[in-house]
């Protein structure tokens, strides 16, 4: 299975900026899209940005101009630069990586197989 682990997050002054790291872990073939994604106390789960082999790069409203996606295929890590934060950027922030991994049936025998995988989440809050 595909492991994902965010790190990054914190306290940080309005105007501020922070990177988030976003790194997947297992027997990893590709991964097609890496997102990040954040909930607020109270309120849905949001699309912040996404990088896809198929689709590009894909941003919230909220973040545009102010947000940039990347991604190091050779580290199997993604990363998320914020800049120029404001408190209603506060929230936890999940990266989601979906792709496919090799799964070892036999010694001698495997496959590939979809993932989709979720972090545990990175906090970051924007004081004012």
């Not at 990054?8 to 073939?29: D, E, N, P």
């Amino acid at each position: 299975q595909v492991q994902v682990v965010e790190s990054g997050g914190g306290l940080v002054q309005a105007g501020g900026s922070l990177r988030l790291s976003c790194a997947a872990s297992g027997t990893i073939v590709t991964i097609n899209t890496m997102g990040w994604y954040r909930q607020a106390p109270g309120k849905q789960r949001e699309l912040v940005a996404s990088i896809s082999s198929g689709a590009g790069i894909t941003y919230g409203d909220s973040v545009k101009g102010r947000f940039t996606i990347s991604m190091d295929n050779s580290k199997n890590t993604g990363y998320l630069e914020m800049n120029t934060l404001k408190p209603e950027d506060t929230a936890d922030y999940y990266c989601n990586a979906v792709g496919k991994y090799w799964s070892t049936i036999t010694p001698t025998y495997g496959t590939r197989r979809d993932f989709n995988s979720w972090g545990q989440g990175t906090q970051v809050t924007v004081s004012s």
